[in-house]
């Protein structure tokens, strides 16, 4: 069995976490099931570890995540109690015994926000680090995984605009070299190019052991320059033909990063601050390039089995391995704040917007560009927007109404990277009251 072989065998279940989900990447057409090897069930013996103390491997189902969203959407749209409740004083209570139910059941911290045109509800319970003290509060920030790539494909479209690029235009035309096929910019922020997300083949490349579960998430500290991620998308099995499906692709976004900075001549956190976050309004966020936080903040830990390794702590996790893929931090205030300014016009025009918004593959999940939509539970044949995120131990969800009135936003820190769904907490406690409290 060849290294890469190994390291998704003896590590399937925290290489879930490096294709964490909708947050950080997924292959989801049967081409591209068909091009990876599945992640075998077993048992592996890590360094230094007795059998067993190892967890078992996690069959990895990149789209549990978006799912499990849109599961709970539906599941809010088919109760009429949605419609009942409504003294704000009820909605209120019953959301916040959700978030506290999500603790309870084993999330480390949980904070939440509904906003309507009558509500507007914020929560938080649990602690803001594993073996911590210190109570998570509505307005802590947490890392957003992939909610950082809806506002990376806001900057490229920004540049579409100024007439710097076209969806036409080729990555290789701008960095050459940079991927192993030519693809369009349209075809990276649909995840139509069929580049591979390629996240493990950055950790295997850090990693001593390949099934030292230990080393594995002591090298998500490390640093990942543009040249790591480079070669590793040249590592990685590409795909699909590029145009021929969806396949959900960090490497597709670090690239788009790699592309603005070169155009503009800036760092990313630059033109996210003065082009998103400032004019979003997003006071609280930020696209950090090394693991030190200062102030409060939502660190990310993973929980591998009762049975197994047990919990880690990912506080030293460093952003660079996300890079424009998802290493964004922000608060579900301001997470609310950009979904508005996107859906509005705020940041580009309406026709961008609309263009955004505009499924171009309905396989899996309705993806436009950066962007998904699922049914609104509140109202037949209308959509919400957004996106979701997992880091390898936090997940996101950030949702809003077209008309930027209703707003969903959720940040879990405490992550069931476990064989078992039902190991920890079940997300739909809290996402089903939301998704109801906005109809």
Same mark, same amino acid.
């Given at each position: 069995?060849n290294?890469h072989?190994?390291v998704?065998?003896a590590?399937g ?11 950080a990447?997924m292959?989801t057409?049967?081409s591209?099931a068909?091009?990876?090897p599945a992640?075998?069930?077993v ?8 059998a067993d103390?190892?967890p078992? +491997?996690a069959?990895?189902?990149p ?9 709970a ?22 959301l ?8 309870d ?23 803001r680090?594993?073996?911590?003290h210190?109570p +998570?509060?509505? &307005? ?6 992939s909610?950082?790539k809806?506002m990376i494909a ?9 007439? %710097?690029?076209t969806l036409d ?7 050459p070299?940079?991927?192993p096929?030519?693809?369009?910019? #349209?075809?990276?922020l ?5 580049a ?5 083949y950055?950790?295997?490349d850090?990693?001593? @052991?390949?099934?030292d ?9 490390e640093?990942y ?10 590592t990685?099995?590409w795909?699909?033909?590029p145009g ?8 597709g ?9 070169k ?5 990313l956190d630059e ?6 976050f400032?004019?979003?309004g997003?006071?609280?966020? @930020?696209?950090?390039?090394?693991p ?15 049975d197994g390794?047990?919990?880690?702590s990912?506080r ?9 893929a998802? +290493? ?11 979904n508005?300014?996107?859906v ?6 309406p026709? %961008?917007?609309?263009?955004?918004l505009?499924?171009r593959?309905?396989?899996?999940i #309705? ?5 998904y939509r699922l049914? &609104?539970?509140?109202v ?9 995120? $997992?880091s390898?131990g936090?997940?996101?969800?950030n949702l809003t109404?077209?008309d ?5 936003s ?6 069931n990277v ?18 109801? $409290?906005?109809?």
């Open positions: 069995m290294a072989r190994r998704r065998a590590l279940v925290v290489v879930a976490g490096a294709l964490p989900l909708t947050g990447g292959a057409t049967a591209a068909s091009a990876v992640t075998p069930a048992t592996a013996e890590p360094a230094a570890r007795a103390a190892t078992a +491997a069959v990895d189902d789209l549990a995540l978006s799912r499990q969203v849109r599961d959407a539906e599941q809010a749209a088919s109760a009429p109690a949605a419609r009942t409740l409504t003294a704000d004083a009820g909605i209120r209570r019953q916040d015994r959700a978030v506290s139910t999500l603790v059941d084993g999330a480390v911290a949980v904070t939440a926000r509904v906003e309507t045109p009558d509500l507007t509800w914020s929560g938080a319970d649990g602690v680090e594993l073996g911590g210190a +998570a509060r509505a &307005d802590d920030p947490f890392r957003v995984a909610n950082t809806p806001m900057l490229v479209m920004q540049e579409i605009e100024q007439g %710097t690029w235009t080729s990555v290789e035309d701008v960095l070299g940079a991927l096929q030519d693809v369009t910019i #349209e075809q990276l649909s995840h139509t190019s069929g591979p997300t390629a996240s493990e950055l950790i295997l850090k990693m001593q @052991d390949p099934t579960i230990d080393e594995y998430f002591e090298v998500l500290g640093h320059s543009d040249g790591d991620h480079v070669r590793a998308v040249h990685a099995p795909m699909l033909e021929t499906g969806f396949s959900y692709s960090n490497a976004f670090v690239t788009l990063g790699m592309m603005l900075e155009v503009n001549r800036t760092d033109l996210l601050e003065e082009r998103v400032e004019p979003a997003m006071r609280r966020s @930020d696209y950090p390039e090394s030190r936080k200062r102030g409060p903040f939502l660190a990310d830990a993973a929980y591998t089995g009762a390794a047990g919990w880690y990912i030293h996790f460093d952003p660079t391995l996300f890079r424009a998802g +290493a964004v931090t922000s608060t579900t205030k301001d997470l609310a704040a950009f508005e300014a996107l509005t016009g705020e940041l580009v025009e026709e %961008t917007v609309a263009d955004m505009t499924p593959s309905a396989e899996t #309705e993806y436009g560009l950066g962007t049914p &609104d539970p509140c037949p044949g209308e959509y919400l927007y957004g996106h979701d995120g $997992a390898f936090t997940l996101s969800v109404s077209l930027g009135e209703r707003q969903v959720l940040g879990v820190t405490g992550r476990t064989a078992d769904p039902e190991a920890l907490y079940d997300l739909s406690d809290l996402l089903v009251p939301m998704f109801e $409290a906005t109809c």
